[in-house]
């Protein structure tokens, strides 16, 4: 298997990084205001199958067509596309539903259920100072998603309130995509795993088709060709940052998201943040900055896994 060279450029490690949370949250705007006209699994098509060229372009400069192409564990990518894909999903789903800095604070929840999920799937071992950082946390995002679940009776009677239940949903099912890349890293390539996870995106979405996909406006059309093609970008931008930094270096970079949401909810939505969801935020980044400091400390195939997995879908 062929290794990518690396190299120790913080500077160049950061721009990189940041520059694809950007892109990312450019995407994310493209999806929400696409998703209030065309339904979220027709927009998960769009997003993974005009990303495709961009990801092949990026292979194949790189050399690494074959190790793309060729995978070890297939059935393991299958997995893990489907999971990814749910995610996705839901992601596209609770941004149709609300505000964009919303659905960016309770997506911080990853990390969280990423240490629960690490205990119970994998037998790892947490410690006092782990399980104080996840119960911040989880304390932080019930903080923000409180407004959402205490109206009324049932949450999903509200579109926000299932809004808030798919985000959170989406969290955890990219959990397991980073619990299940920790050991599919282990016999698959970088480029193997970009590559099936943008391919079978796009075939899964198609199951979607009998639930109601519209012809797109030439707006929504571009919108959505536009996140595709962003989101490619994207996808390659946060890979290549690993090649220069540390992941444990470069993840607490994710948390600028915040403020880019938040910056372009203003401007396009004219949404601000709620103070729930700042207050929330506030202590989900605090707990998750916590759990990185100790995946730090515990190093390993954790920062590999980081490397290859999407944090927004």
């Given at each position: 298997?062929?290794?990518p060279?690396?190299?120790?450029?913080?500077?160049?490690?950061?721009?990189?990084?940041?520059?694809?949370?950007f892109?990312?949250?450019?995407?994310?705007?493209?999806?929400?205001?696409?998703?209030?006209?065309?339904?979220?699994?027709?927009?998960?098509?769009?997003?993974?199958?005009?990303?495709?060229?961009?990801?092949?372009?990026?292979?194949?400069?790189?050399?690494?067509?074959?190790?793309?192409?060729?995978?070890?564990?297939?059935?393991?990518?299958?997995?893990?596309?489907?999971?990814?894909?749910?995610?996705?999903?839901?992601?596209?789903?609770g941004?149709?539903?609300?505000?964009?800095?919303?659905?960016?604070a309770?997506?911080?929840?990853?990390?969280?259920?990423?240490?629960?999920?690490?205990?119970?799937?994998?037998?790892?071992?947490?410690?006092?100072?782990?399980?104080?950082?996840?119960?911040?946390?989880?304390?932080?995002?019930?903080i923000v998603?409180?407004?959402?679940?205490?109206?009324?009776?049932?949450?999903?009677?509200?579109?926000a309130?299932?809004?808030?239940?798919?985000?959170?949903?989406?969290?955890?099912?990219?959990?397991?995509?980073?619990i299940?890349?920790?050991?599919?890293?282990k016999?698959?390539?970088?480029?193997?795993?970009?590559?099936?996870?943008?391919?079978?995106?796009?075939?899964?979405?198609?199951?979607?088709?009998?639930?109601?996909?519209?012809?797109?406006?030439?707006?929504?059309?571009?919108?959505?060709?536009?996140?595709?093609?962003?989101?490619?970008?994207?996808?390659?931008?946060?890979?290549?940052?690993?090649?220069?930094?540390?992941?444990?270096?470069?993840a607490?970079?994710?948390?600028?998201?915040?403020?880019?949401?938040?910056?372009?909810?203003?401007?396009?939505?004219?949404?601000?943040p709620?103070?729930?969801?700042?207050?929330?935020?506030?202590?989900?980044?605090?707990g998750?900055?916590?759990?990185?400091?100790?995946?730090r400390?515990?190093?390993?195939?954790?920062?590999?896994?980081?490397?290859?997995?999407?944090?927004?879908?």
């Amino acid at each position: 298997m062929k290794a990518p060279s690396t190299q120790n450029r913080p500077g160049t490690a950061i721009g990189l990084k940041l520059l694809a949370v950007f892109l990312f949250m450019v995407m994310a705007a493209m999806i929400k205001a696409a998703t209030q006209n065309v339904p979220a699994g027709q927009a998960v098509f769009f997003r993974s199958f005009f990303a495709m060229p961009i990801i092949l372009a990026w292979i194949w400069q790189r050399g690494e067509m074959r190790e793309a192409l060729v995978p070890v564990n297939l059935t393991g990518h299958i997995w893990r596309g489907l999971f990814g894909t749910s995610a996705m999903a839901l992601t596209f789903g609770g941004l149709a539903l609300l505000p964009l800095p919303e659905v960016t604070a309770i997506g911080y929840a990853t990390p969280i259920f990423t240490v629960i999920l690490a205990a119970v799937m994998l037998g790892e071992r947490v410690r006092i100072f782990r399980i104080t950082a996840v119960g911040l946390g989880l304390v932080g995002v019930m903080i923000v998603l409180w407004p959402r679940l205490s109206i009324g009776t049932d949450a999903l009677s509200t579109a926000a309130g299932l809004g808030a239940v798919m985000v959170l949903g989406a969290s955890l099912l990219r959990a397991v995509v980073q619990i299940h890349i920790r050991t599919l890293v282990k016999t698959e390539h970088t480029a193997a795993i970009v590559f099936y996870f943008s391919l079978t995106a796009t075939v899964l979405s198609l199951i979607s088709i009998p639930f109601g996909w519209v012809a797109p406006s030439t707006v929504d059309a571009g919108l959505l060709i536009g996140a595709g093609l962003v989101g490619g970008v994207a996808q390659i931008l946060v890979t290549a940052s690993y090649r220069f930094g540390a992941a444990s270096m470069l993840a607490p970079f994710d948390y600028a998201s915040l403020i880019f949401a938040a910056l372009i909810g203003y401007v396009i939505f004219a949404e601000l943040p709620t103070t729930p969801t700042v207050i929330g935020a506030s202590l989900v980044v605090l707990g998750g900055v916590l759990i990185i400091w100790r995946e730090r400390q515990l190093g390993g195939g954790r920062n590999r896994a980081r490397a290859v997995t999407d944090p927004k879908g």
